[in-house]
């Protein structure tokens, strides 16, 4: 992790710019897609957590929440979405489509938020992982030792390719 950890310090990106108003929780489930065009955001919900900063921070949780088919298979017994479907967009093209148009270059945040989740601190492992409602914690943790394990290695095998 110190490696990874020294990787990302090197590749800080710039100053964004001006700060902007941060939803802090940008995930699918968060929006509302209009009926007849489903391509169509026609509300964003839960803003509790909204602060103002860095408007990469939203990038880089969409990314975190957005799973997709080719993912490792660790990943799957945590995070399932309609987006590993076929004809929903990769993260790839996701932060093509950011940068075309918000001309920030967001390089490197999905990589930050995967380390993140690898910290625990002293709180609850359990808010780490996205459990639906009436999910047991115990049971749900029973991996956990090995998704954190395929998560730093995961984040270092991101490291060490070329951007």
């Given at each position: 992790m110190n490696e990874t950890a020294a990787w990302l310090i090197e590749r800080l990106p710039p100053d964004s710019g001006a700060p902007a108003l941060v939803h802090n929780d940008t995930k699918l489930d968060n929006v509302m897609l209009d009926p007849r065009d489903p391509a169509r955001v026609v509300a964003v919900l839960d803003w509790e957590m909204c602060t103002v900063g860095d408007p990469l921070i939203?990038?880089?949780l969409l990314l975190c929440y957005w799973p997709q088919a080719d993912d490792?298979?660790?990943?799957?017994?945590?995070?399932?979405s309609v987006t590993m479907?076929?004809?929903?967009?990769?993260r790839a093209e996701?932060?093509?489509?950011?940068?075309?148009?918000?001309?920030?270059?967001?390089?490197?945040?999905r990589l930050l938020l995967h380390i993140r989740n690898l910290q625990t601190g002293g709180g609850?492992?359990?808010?780490?992982?996205?459990?639906?409602?009436?999910?047991?914690?115990r049971r749900a943790l029973r991996d956990f030792d090995k998704r954190v394990e395929a998560l730093a290695k995961w984040?270092?095998?991101?490291?060490?390719k070329k951007f």
């Open positions: 939203d990038l880089g490792p298979e660790v990943f799957a017994g945590s995070l399932r479907a076929p004809g929903w967009m990769k996701i932060v093509e489509r950011y940068a075309a148009r918000s001309g920030r270059r967001p390089l490197g945040h609850d492992p359990t808010d780490l992982l996205p459990l639906p409602r009436g999910t047991d914690a984040a270092r095998s991101m490291a060490q």
